[in-house]
């Protein structure tokens, strides 16, 4: 079974700081690991995926994550926060991404308010 | 191109009625799935179509069914319902790409509260 947890369901950070999104993954096989941003009243939308190959992976709006198998950490930033970041992030892994029973397992989700 | 639509945005049900949702996923993409979202918390995965078969399913009662048709649009039927069903329920299509999942895109869901 696959679980995902995220440090601090808020986050709070000044608009130009940096944005540091917490997750941590469980999973028996190699994971497949996405961040995706959830805006009011919408559906969620993929900010970068980690599947193989480089660890360091970049994704919309300037963020990043980096893969670190050691650690089962697949942790968000964002070196300088702009106040539409302001929304709900969910990390998530996946068993696998051949076609058969696929399915996204998401943490709680870490909501982030950007202060002017 | 459309991205994934889903029908109605919103719906007021009372309990032991019965809910059909509808997702139209984004053109070319064969396979569906389906997640609910109760507020506060992250999206549960309910179920997975790809090419009209069920392919997985999560860990709901028999009351959750869902299908998928030839034009890989997708219902999912929610009988006798229950309070705790008032969620968000969102679909999202994925490319199978030679043999490999595409990230899936997601609808803006259908809320949905039970009276």
């Known amino acids: 079974a696959q679980s995902v947890t995220q440090l601090g369901s808020h986050v709070s950070v000044s608009e130009g700081a940096l944005v540091l999104l917490r997750c941590n993954y469980s999973s028996s096989v190699p994971p497949y690991l996405f961040w995706y941003v959830q805006y009011p009243n919408q559906g969620l939308q993929l900010l970068l995926k980690y599947t193989t190959g480089a660890t360091l992976v970049k994704g919309i709006n300037g963020f990043e994550a980096e893969f670190k198998k050691s650690e089962t950490s697949f942790h968000l930033t964002k070196p300088s926060a702009h106040m539409s970041d302001a929304a709900e992030y969910f990390c998530?892994?996946?068993?696998?991404?051949?076609?058969?029973?696929?399915?996204?397992?998401f943490g709680g989700g870490t909501r982030v308010l950007v202060k002017p | 191109d459309a991205g994934v639509t889903q029908s109605p945005t919103h719906l007021i049900k009372t309990r032991g009625q019965h809910v059909t949702l509808r997702c139209s996923p984004i053109?070319?993409?064969?396979?569906v799935s389906w997640y609910q979202q109760v507020l506060g918390q992250g999206p549960q995965f309910i179920f997975q179509?790809?090419?009209?078969?069920?392919?997985g399913r999560g860990n709901f009662p028999d009351r959750f069914s869902a299908r998928q048709f030839p034009n890989y649009s997708s219902e999912l039927n929610v009988n006798a319902l229950l309070l705790g069903d008032s969620a968000l329920y969102l679909c999202?299509?994925?490319?199978?790409?030679?043999?490999?999942?595409?990230?899936?895109?997601f609808g803006d869901g259908t809320r949905l509260s039970i009276l």
């Open positions: 179509y790809y090419e009209k078969e069920e392919r």
């Open positions: 053109s070319g993409h064969k396979s």
């Open positions: 998530a892994v996946s068993d696998g991404i051949k076609a058969a029973g696929n399915k996204l397992t």
């Open positions: 999202a299509s994925s490319l199978i790409r030679d043999g490999w999942d595409q990230p899936q895109h």
